[in-house]
């Protein structure tokens, strides 16, 4: 009685245990994206240079807002060494550039004078570019350089996660597959248990010999051996995985693919894949960018060898004894001279740097179709291989659920069983690699497409 008790305890003690341990996270494909999209490292990193690129445009436009500063020397004593005469000095200073070639600044001092009179003077300036026409002006050209820089950092940034995704559905299906390939060694190693025990019993009523035996115990071993690595490679498999989603090491992960198979079929036409592709492709799109950036180098090169004229308007005012006031207004030109043909060469290695630029993006875009060709025709391949292996699992599935019947019957023995399960598990196994090498073909299609895996 007292036994009973003390177990009845202690399966208490058990099953609550239990209920307060955690419960595995179970994740689908799509679940490990968004984890993954979430957490990753990688990702976050991706998603800060984007922002450090929206940081360097703003600290660029800063340069076309209104810049002032103020500055004073209250203490200071100015003449000579013999005699310094008390000399406070103040001043303001003001600035103003646009995108457009216009300068102005405004500058403002005072000072003390003889008689102890305050002297000041004022000059506000305006320029203003005109031809080249306004648009090619360098602050102009140097900020759409930015902006197209910012541009390029999200479409590396969008890549970047594409090709965590791209990891994200090789690993999930390495796994299932490994899994499916661990619980394989294991019926092999109960298999060879049970061949163990068999051939002792025949060695027992001298139905084997002894080398028989070993030959039993030897496969045992090299089951056992087949086993532990099939476990080994899982492990590991499983701590890369948690490691990409940024899930913890000890947290139990449980992988399902619940999906049907027509679920994971891509419906798309070839010729709308390709035509999608040069329009949203992430790298045809980077050299679309790359390309109008070496359009403004170009430009930039141009504008420095040509002859400018500008528009000067300006105001002085001095007060002092006699006060002074002058206005200024024209128009002046500036003529680059003799440079040794620097800047003539410049423009020439700009223009072929422009050539080679349209150039890279036909030759991408001939890799592109290629690379959705190549795709597209193994993905249909592969369709109509996971319809036959889905058939062939069903067959299988149903052919061991015959011999567990026949078994119970007396009809079958255990070990031609075990055989059924053997090929149900190898037919699995077939199902999951095929399956996922289709889930890696389709998300190499879809990456190449510029659409979301």
Known sequence: MKEKVFLGILLSFFLTGASFAGKPLVLNLQDSIERALNYNLDVQIARIKVEKAKLELKKEKASFKPQANISAYPLQWKGEYSFLEYS?????NASFSTLWGMNATLSVTQQKGEDDKIEGTLSFTITQKILPTPKLASPYLSLRKFLLNL???KIASEEEIEDIKLVVVTSFYKILKQQKEYELK??????????LSIVKDKLKRKMASKLDLMDAQI???????????AESGLSQSMIDFKELLGIKPDEEVVLEDKSSIEDHF????LEDAIKKALENNRQINQQKLTIKMRRFDLLTSKSEVSPSLNLLAGYNYNKQEQKEEEYRIGMYVEIPLLDGGRGETETQIAQKELEKEKLNLEKLKQKISGE????????????KRLLFL???QEKQKE????????????ALTSQEVREREVSLKQAEIDYLSALGDYEIVKAKLLKSIGEGI
């Not at 406070?88 to 303001?92: L, N, T, W």
């Not at 052919?399 to 007396?410: E, H, P, R, T, Y």
């Open 151 to 153: 541009d390029k950092e």
């Open 219 to 229: 496969e045992l071993i090299k089951a056992q051996e087949e086993l532990y690595q």
């Open 88 to 92: 406070p000095q103040a001043g303001f």
């Open 186 to 195: 294991k019926l092999f190693f109960e298999k060879a248990k049970e061949n």
């Open 390 to 392: 889905k058939l062939s």
């Open 372 to 383: 959705i060709r190549e795709n597209f025709y193994e993905l249909k391949r592969l369709e």
């Open 399 to 410: 052919a061991l659920n015959i011999a567990k019947k026949m078994f119970s019957q007396g």
């Open 266 to 269: 891509l419906k798309i036409k």
